[in-house]
T-cell receptor, first 112, second 117 residues
Framework: QKEVEQDPGPLSVPEGAIVSLNCTYS??????FMWYRQYSRKGPELLMY????GNKEDGRFTAQVDKSSKYISLFIRDSQPSDSATYLC????????????FGQGTELSVKP | GAVVSQHPSWVICKSGTSVKIECRSL??????MFWYRQFPKQSLMLMAT?????????EQGVEKDKFLINHASLTLSTLTVTSAHPEDSSFYIC?????????????FGDGTRLSIL
């Protein structure tokens, strides 16, 4: 079993839809949770960063962390074609020298 | 803020050539930088952790003599693929972990597409 599980998709939605992306994990020591967006042939771009449980909102993006269920989510409201990319969840914990554990990435396509 | 510059973005070279890739944090300092390799439609695979002023730590299965890492300053790490062969063709991505109080996420460069003929 992988430490972080993420449905690779692909996920296709119409423009304007609400998108829900999710990751589950097995290591209860994880404390820091990130979502990165990666366009084709580019490096990952940090979208959201959350420490421990809770919600965080930034524009059309909302990140949720439920440590009791070992489950994190990223919601995208009013999705746009420009949101078409691969979304990677990543996690880390103290005293690990900054190492990240990544999910497999979910490929999202938003159709106009 | 938090910009990481990676060069070159694309390189094509003959088998047996050595290739150097640079990773710079432009507006922050990074004691630690990471080097990843990514195959098509797969997630990032950590190759090594680069620490300023000390030897890099390589992940299991990564040949340290093949992938030389130097982290000479708080803003620059380099990866040299020595005597590259076609099987080394891949997308290489670096990231920088900001130095400072409290946890901050890694920031990534835009990757280097390496093609060995």
């Amino acid at each position: 079993q992988k430490e972080v599980e993420q449905d690779p998709g692909p996920l296709s939605v119409p423009e304007g839809a609400i998108v829900s992306l999710n990751c589950t994990y097995s290591n209860s020591a994880f404390q820091y949770f990130m979502w990165y967006r990666q366009y084709s042939r580019k490096g990952p771009e940090l979208l959201m960063y959350t420490y421990s449980s809770g919600n965080k909102e930034d524009g059309r993006f909302t990140a949720q962390v439920d440590k009791s269920s070992k489950y994190i989510s990223l919601f995208i409201r009013d999705s746009q074609p420009s949101d078409s990319a691969t979304y990677l969840c990543a996690m880390s914990w103290n005293n690990q020298g900054g190492k990240l554990i990544f999910g497999q990435g979910t490929e999202l396509s938003v159709k106009p | 803020g938090a910009v990481v510059s990676q060069h070159p973005s694309w390189v094509i070279c003959k088998s047996g050539t050595s290739v150097k890739i640079e990773c710079r944090s432009l507006d922050f300092q990074a004691t630690t930088m990471f080097w990843y390799r990514q195959f098509p439609k797969q997630s990032l695979m950590l190759m090594a952790t680069s620490n300023e002023g000390s030897k890099a730590t390589y992940e299991q299965g990564v040949e340290k003599d093949k992938f030389l890492i130097n982290h000479a300053s708080l803003t620059l790490s380099t990866l040299t693929v020595t005597s590259a062969h076609p099987e080394d063709s891949s997308f290489y991505i670096c990231s920088a972990w900001p130095t400072g109080q409290g946890y901050q996420p890694q920031h990534f460069g835009d990757g280097t597409r390496l093609s060995i003929l």
